[in-house]
């Protein structure tokens, strides 16, 4: 299994990123899959996670603002951020988890990728 974050970077407030994560090997579309992140000093937390069925799950935080996606012929997840703020400064992380799982929870992921540097700021 392997995943491969990308499109991180430096974007001022109230201004727009696309992640995207490419992932390969048993990950398919019927795997729980989801977008994690960790600012210095602080625990890795969940910004959202996306069921095989689509269903998803953000983060109070986040609502409204960013939105998750997936292209599963391309197998590639993405994120779409908008409005953002200096608190959304983080590493973003994609991460799958097996199937059967909810995926709403930190420990149902054991694959993750290697992180993206999203940071807000003027």
């Known amino acids: 299994v392997q995943l491969q974050a990308s499109g991180g970077g430096l974007v001022q407030p109230g201004g727009s990123l696309r992640l995207s994560c490419a992932f390969s090997g048993t990950i398919s579309s019927i795997n729980p899959m989801g977008w994690y992140r960790q600012a210095p000093g602080k625990e890795r937390e969940l910004v959202v996670s996306?069921?095989?069925?689509?269903?998803?799950n953000y983060a109070d935080s986040v609502k409204g603002r960013f939105t998750i996606s997936r292209d599963n012929a391309k197998n590639i997840l993405y994120l779409q951020m908008s409005s953002l703020k200096p608190e959304d400064t983080a590493v973003y992380y994609c991460?799958?988890?097996?199937?059967?799982?909810?995926?709403?929870?930190?420990?149902?992921?054991?694959?993750w990728g290697q992180g993206t540097q999203v940071t807000v700021s003027s």
């Open positions: 991460a799958a988890a097996d199937t059967g799982v909810s995926g709403a929870h930190l420990f149902e992921y054991p694959y």
């Open positions: 996306i069921t095989s069925t689509g269903s998803t």
